[in-house]
Antibody
Framework: QVQLVESGGGLVKPGGALRLSCAAS????????MSWIRQAPGKGLEWVAY????????NYADSVKGRFTVSRDNAKNSVFLQMNSLRAEDTAVYYC????????????WGQGTLVTVSS | SYELTQPPSVSISPGQTASITCSGD??????TCWYQQKPGQSPQVIIY???KRPSGIPERFSGSTSGDTATLTITGTQATDEADYYC???????????FGTGTKVTVL
């Protein structure tokens, strides 16, 4: 079954850290870019980061640059998002998505995991 | 930063045609994708490469681009099409993915 399953969300205090995981199955994970996208409660979609297939290139939204790190383990078919120095405005559902490129967009999404940053 | 602007909401009667626009000053130089997100669900791509539909997406969904505006058209809107719709494009200057502001489609 082709799917992405996120985990690792939860409640964290401002300034804290959290690591999200996304497990892929049913497709050749190592052939694809992967991306993280978030959605604050009642708000729109915001791209967060992506990583290329071989982990040699990453890029981040300005809002998370320097605080978040995306990585992947192709042997384990997993992609991760390390989130440090969390702020209240980082509260959102975080989606893992397979990124097909500038022409195909995000063609496979996980169910999302909720991150709440609050004291 | 690069922005894609959509109307906040569109209301349509069943059977009518709905058009959702997405405006951005670099759209004519890149491809646009469209996503549908129903309440409580993850987004799903319904249009890619401006006008292509993935397998399983109904033919009533179509996309087009003219100049700096992309348009998603729903022909013969059904009640099940009530959802939020987002455009998305590639910002080549910053090598970033950009989403539109989103449009809530209400089927009256």
């Amino acid at each position: 079954q082709v799917q992405l399953v996120e985990s690792g969300g939860g409640l964290v205090k401002p300034g804290g850290a959290l690591r999200l995981s996304c497990a892929a199955s049913g497709f050749s994970f190592s052939d694809h870019f992967m991306s993280w996208i978030r959605q604050a409660p009642g708000k729109g979609l915001e791209w967060v980061a992506y990583i290329n297939s071989g982990s040699s290139y990453t890029n981040y939204a300005d809002s998370v640059k320097g605080r978040f790190t995306v990585s992947r383990d192709n042997a384990k078919n997993s992609v991760f998002l390390q989130m440090n120095s969390l702020r209240a405005e980082d509260t959102a559902v975080y989606y893992c998505a397979r990124y097909g490129g500038y022409d195909s967009g995000c063609d496979l999404w996980g169910q999302g995991t909720l991150v709440t940053v609050s004291s | 930063s690069y922005e894609l602007t959509q109307p906040p909401s569109v209301s349509i009667s069943p059977g009518q045609t709905a058009s959702i626009t997405c405006s951005g000053d670099k759209l004519e130089n890149t491809y646009t994708c469209w996503y549908q997100q129903k309440p409580g669900q993850s987004p799903q791509v319904i249009i890619y490469q401006d006008n292509k539909r993935p397998s399983g997406i109904p033919e009533r969904f179509s996309g087009s681009t003219s100049g700096d505006t992309a348009t998603l058209t729903i022909t013969g809107t059904q009640a099940t099409d009530e959802a939020d719709y987002y455009c998305q494009a590639w910002d080549s200057s910053n090598r970033a993915v950009v989403f539109g502001t989103g449009t809530k489609v209400t089927v009256l």
